[in-house]
């Protein structure tokens, strides 16, 4: 085992702490929050910052030591990146969706509802309906 610098390892216990912190705070906001709708927020922020920071705190460690290169952290960062706010955006559609066909909740019609644009009558346009 090789050994690391001390300011190596308080980077790292702080940055693995501080991601722990990151994580605890996502789960204690999603038990909290009140509605879907602000519950959904809290875990795909925590767990997101929580991810970051952990891995960071993962690559510095294993590239200061000489172990490996940090190419698993690397990945797993874009991944997280990429796939929480997509699946954050897919659930919270998905139940804007479902509360708007059964009326359900205090969600009102036009607040983030697709603007369809509907064509203009031929007679608006100027041509003839002949």
Do not use: K
């Amino acid at each position: 085992m090789s050994e690391v610098p001390v300011w190596v390892a308080v980077v790292v216990g702080a940055l693995s702490v501080l991601g722990g912190l990151f994580t605890f705070l996502g789960c204690l906001g999603m038990a909290r929050f009140n509605s879907f709708y602000a519950r959904v927020h809290a875990p795909t922020l925590g767990t997101s910052m929580g991810c970051i920071t952990i891995s960071l705190a993962s690559a510095i460690y294993f590239t200061v030591s000489g172990q490996r290169p940090a190419v698993h952290e690397v990945l797993i960062l874009m991944f997280v990146s990429v796939t929480t706010p997509v699946t954050l955006m897919l659930l919270a559609r998905a139940a804007l969706y479902r509360d708007r066909s059964e009326h359900n909740g205090d969600v009102p019609n036009e607040v983030g509802q697709d603007v369809v644009v509907q064509p203009a009558p031929e007679q608006a346009l100027g041509r003839s309906a002949s």
